[in-house]
T-cell receptor, first 116, second 112 residues
Framework: DTGVSQDPRHKITKRGQNVTFRCDPI?????LYWYRQTLGQGPEFLTY????????KSRLLSDRFSAERPKGSFSTLEIQRTEQGDSAMYLC??????????????FGQGTRLTVV | DAKTTQPPSMDCAEGRAANLPCNHS???????VYWYRQIHSQGPQYIIH???NNETNEMASLIITEDRKSSTLILPHATLRDTAVYYC?????????????FGRGTSLIVHP
């Protein structure tokens, strides 16, 4: 399978614990995005990387959230001191370098986080 | 902020064409119209995109009005597996940041 891979698929954690999610984008895709999705809503943008550089962060990305893409390949999203409101599906997407003809994003299956 | 307006839900009979409308009255000249869909418990899937000409691929057709203020996604022969939430997105593809920004989409139910 050469699509976007996310791990784990499901995570249940106790409030106050830290969690880390991993995303492996499609090989050679320069851009990597993180989104959060709650029930009944569309995906909400969190942050994106161009290679290893984090170029934009949403206001949704509080200081408890941190994302990295150290070698421009896989990325991790860490949530510290989780809260019940962090319960959501966390989606990762990747896309190749922006061109006029090839700008669609490819999404992974997501990591569903439940904070109890 | 979502730049598009879509009906919250629609339904369609299996085998018939599903026509999903989208209003994007504030679209600017260099912005593309993209459509994605999300089947329950999966990540969004790209369907099609266009600038001003109508587009067709193996999944769907995209009809963009001449003034580019609205578009319609057409699934020519809907099947039960097309039941999903469909998102219409407007994004610039000329440098800068291309960040797909999703609204709430249209929940399409295809019934037998």
């Amino acid at each position: 399978d050469t699509g976007v891979s996310q791990d784990p698929r499901h995570k249940i954690t106790k409030r106050g614990q830290n969690v880390t999610f991993r995303c492996d984008p499609i090989s050679e895709h320069n851009r990597l995005y993180w989104y959060r999705q709650t029930l009944g809503q569309g995906p909400e943008f969190l942050t994106y990387f161009q290679n290893e550089a984090q170029l934009e962060k949403s206001r949704l990305l509080s200081d408890r959230f941190s994302a990295e893409r150290p070698k421009g390949s896989f990325s991790t999203l860490e949530i510290q001191r989780t809260e019940q409101g962090d319960s959501a599906m966390y989606l990762c997407a990747s896309s190749p370098t922006l061109t006029l003809m090839n700008t669609e994003a490819f999404f992974g299956q997501g990591t569903r986080l439940t904070v109890v | 902020d979502a730049k598009t307006t879509q009906p919250p839900s629609m339904d369609c009979a299996e085998g018939r064409a599903a026509n999903l409308p989208c209003n994007h009255s504030t679209i600017s000249g260099n912005e593309y119209v993209y459509w994605y869909r999300q089947i329950h418990s999966q990540g969004p899937q790209y369907i099609i995109h266009g600038l001003k000409n109508n587009e067709t691929n193996e999944m769907a057709s995209l009809i963009i009005t001449e003034d580019r203020k609205s578009s319609t996604l057409i699934l020519p022969h809907a099947t039960l597996r097309d039941t999903a939430v469909y998102y219409c997105i407007v994004s610039s593809a000329s440098g800068g940041s291309y960040i797909p920004t999703f609204g709430r989409g249209t929940s399409l139910i295809v019934h037998p």
